[in-house]
């Protein structure tokens, strides 16, 4: 059974930066694509960010691209969300999510992630 655990959320005013990080347990999320994904209350889970199981390709929403950089440690099992220039629209709860049906950025669809952490909060005050 595998496990997602983020950690690194908090409160941050505009313009501040956040580095959320993931931390992948019990499977081989090495060979996974990850990504990230944020949710606010009553709105469907919006996609942010994805990565190959290398690292070597990624994707991003538009409202975050320039901003926003995912990053992964296989060694680790870790992989990590960026996040510079913080906006207030940015405030949710963002979540950490794992492919296993694809090693590549294929699929930025939350439907297409069987594994999901518990979320992180962060807040930017303007």
């Known amino acids: 059974q595998g496990q997602l655990v983020e950690s690194g959320g908090g409160l941050v005013q505009a313009g501040g930066s956040l580095r959320l990080s993931c931390a992948a347990s019990?499977?081989?999320?090495?060979?996974?694509?990850m990504g990230w994904f944020r949710q606010a209350p009553g709105k469907d889970r919006e996609f942010v960010a994805s990565?190959?199981?290398?690292?070597?390709?990624?994707y991003y929403a538009d409202s975050v691209k320039g901003r926003f950089t995912i990053s992964r440690d296989n060694a680790k099992n870790t992989v990590y969300l960026q996040m510079n220039n913080l906006k207030p629209e940015d405030t949710t709860v963002y979540y950490c999510?794992?492919?296993?049906?694809?090693?590549?950025?294929?699929?930025?669809?939350?439907?297409?992630?069987?594994?999901w952490g518990q979320g992180t909060q962060v807040t930017v005050s303007s």
């Open positions: 990565i190959s199981w290398s690292g070597g390709d990624t």
């Open positions: 019990g499977r081989t999320f090495s060979t996974y694509a």
């Open positions: 999510a794992g492919d296993s049906r694809h090693m590549g950025v294929s699929d930025v669809r939350a439907q297409a992630f069987d594994y």
